[in-house]
């Protein structure tokens, strides 16, 4: 599954440069993780009010093309690797109408990678357990371990 | 007594106009209160751990002239008033260079006004005991009624 | 016309109080701007491309409730006065679901007031002239001067 | 020569896990950069005039360990690459307590990595001709390949 999560980018997001800000893109792919994970059914808040929040261990990101206030962008997701206490997602960032005028062609304008772990209200690492619904939703969904390397 | 917090405009806060973005001027009138109340001897995450946290109810700002990235600020700081679960500040935003020059004439960038009222960790209003110390250096301080005028 | 925008609050825009920060909402209602431009049939690029920016002049705001991540909100947004240069925009902030529950009755968590002033590219004053088909569309909206007091 | 960048966390910058947010950090790695060029007797204001922008091609952070609102952070920047249009710096941060009470054992509570390319104002790659001063200054300066090793 590759979840595609479709915005545009806003006014305060940009910089003297007229471009977003490179900061933004992390604020982007942390609002696509939450619809990803609502569209598997899985409230963010539930989450972590049942102890499993999520922390930031790493990211990479690399710009590509830089964009525009209000440019509509598509943030594509992948599951990379689900294991114990990490969730590694890669991401794709596409500019909307080139990838409506050409699925197959249109080249990023920047790629992503965030690994995430586990951790409980007070910041400790835990696991979710495998009988967990989201854990047993990721177990069966396909990885995409090529994400991670550009 | 009137505090004066000097800082530069980051890059991240400009936006595409090249200015400093309207909504950067809350974060700093934040960051100024903060230190408003160190110079004080007060620390906000202890006040916050104590039972005394912040949440502003009501921001009033005018923007004069616009500034740009890199501009060296001084943000004035004046209370207006202290009442019961109340807390007003005053905001003068100078360009520091122009301060410097001439500390009668210079004319503020922009004017603010905050109010505030203490909340417990949960987020319900209280006041501050009028025992407490940072009450009682309030109730002892200068008031400015003509910063809230505009 | 009163124009609604609906968004959730994004998880970078809460702060350490588990709300959203006070500055987020200037974001949202610049957003909103942005969107209720573009249900007029105008794009705000090409308004800045043709010479009419807009700098914003004066803000205010209320918060009345706060709300918290992914809470899903709607944005009500009403021309208060364009005359001129300015150009004046009230905000009701509202719960999405208690609006939906009740129209009518649904109380604000927030209100808001924006001034905005048409400027050139270099930043100086303009006005946006009679003939422009966005002063036309502004000059037969209904006003909303109420939406200016509270 | 390794800059030293001191700062303290935002309340702005935190989110409702009640640490520092994520995206703050390249924020944060930002004005350090902005403060090493001004160390070293360059205006990044004046470098972009001239037609020495800079644009950002990729990050990597790690985080280790959360930071939270006011903690006094000290930010290591080192030069790891200056080649062609291409500028890479490395980035330790530390808690800056920790760092006082011991300069050699303190360790970082964040790893990054960024890269950079010479842009001209319309965003075309370019290069910092031998002759212009900072290019100079970067030639001379120590490199710190291991930074970019974790």
Redesign the interface.
């Known amino acids: 599954m590759i979840f595609d999560y479709e915005f545009r980018v ?3 997001e ?6 977003a ?4 893109y ?2 982007w792919f ?2 696509g993780r ?1 619809e990803f994970l609502r569209a598997l059914g899985f ?3 539930e989450l972590e009010a049942a102890g499993y ?1 999520q ?9 590509r093309r ?1 964009v ?3 440019q509509r962008l598509v943030l594509r997701i992948a599951l990379v690797r689900a294991s114990g206490p990490r969730l590694v997602f890669g991401y794709r960032l596409l500019d909307a109408t080139e990838r409506e005028a050409n699925q197959e062609t249109a080249t990023p304008v920047a790629l992503g990678l965030t690994e995430m772990v586990w951790v409980t209200p007070a ?1 400790r690492p835990t696991r979710l357990p495998a009988r967990h619904p989201l854990a047993a939703a990721l177990a069966g969904m396909e990885r995409h371990p090529d994400w991670a390397e550009w």
Chains 1, 2, 3, 4 share one sequence.
């Open positions: 806003r006014y305060a940009t910089d003297a440069m007229r471009v800000h490179h900061a933004a992390l604020v942390e609002a939450i409230d963010f808040n929040g922390a930031v261990r790493e990211v990479r990101l690399q710009y830089s525009q206030f209000d910041g």
